[in-house]
């Protein structure tokens, strides 16, 4: 799929990897297999998320998303309160946060 997506690797492209651990090394080394040069792909990794609700502690991926005209909901798979709300308006975005403890972000080049 990334063959069909991704900018040839002749143009020396810069590519940013945002996500869960298991989708960030994938999606990075499927780039390097395509010829993408490992110093031109920049990765940014989502660990897990900490609820305030339940205390449960799940990656980002493992959490249950709703999308819906005015943004995106993300949900405890536990206890079911609000993480996350991601909204769009006016050219601009909202990110709502409330729902989380500890969110933990790793970033590397
Ligand atoms: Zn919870």
New binding site residues.
């Given amino acids: 799929m990334l063959r069909e997506v991704a900018w040839l690797s002749d143009q020396h492209q810069l590519a940013f990897i945002c996500g869960p651990t298991p989708f960030v090394e994938t999606a990075a080394a499927s780039l390097v297999t395509l010829g993408y040069e490992p110093t031109r792909i920049k990765t940014e990794r989502f660990g897990p998320a900490t ?6 502690t799940d990656a980002i991926g493992a959490l249950a998303v709703y999308m819906h005209g005015m943004g995106t909901v993300i949900r ?1 798979p ?4 609000v ?1 996350i709300r991601v909204a769009q308006t006016k050219g601009r975005y909202f990110l709502d946060m409330q729902g989380v403890r500890v969110l933990q972000i790793s970033m590397e080049t």
């Fill in positions: 609820c305030t609700g339940c205390g449960a405890c536990s206890c079911e309160i993480l």
